[in-house]
């Protein structure tokens, strides 16, 4: 029996493809938020304020490109960065607070 034969199969198949990209992604979320850690470090250190509005908004247009060119919601890959940046600047004011 195929998949097109047995709905069941092909939702089970379609969940694990799902589960291996979800881990995959939260493995490459730790990588990010490991590089972006050691960029709160070396700000700190030299006393570079946290947010850096100019790279955002180059990252922004880059990701939507990427976006439309990958047939993903520019909408939606903007609104993704913007909660990883929120993240990633709260991670750095706490390193320039000695936290």
């Given at each position: 029996?195929?998949?097109?034969a047995d709905p069941t199969a092909t939702l089970r198949r379609l969940r694990g493809s799902i589960d291996n990209i979800d881990?995959?992604?939260?493995?490459?979320?730790?990588?990010?938020f490991k590089a972006t850690q050691q960029?709160?470090?070396?700000?700190?250190e030299y006393g570079m304020?946290?947010?850096d509005p100019a790279r955002e908004e180059q990252q922004?247009?880059?990701?939507?490109?990427?976006?439309s060119d990958?047939?993903?919601?520019?909408?939606?890959?903007?609104k993704w960065f913007n909660f990883v940046v929120a993240e990633v600047?709260?991670?750095h004011t706490?390193?320039?607070e000695g936290a």
């Open positions: 029996m195929n998949d097109a881990a995959a992604l939260i493995h490459m979320l730790a990588e990010r960029v709160g470090v070396l700000k700190a304020p946290p947010s922004i247009a880059r990701l939507r490109r990427l976006a990958a047939d993903l919601d520019p909408e939606f890959a903007e600047i709260r991670h706490a390193a320039a």
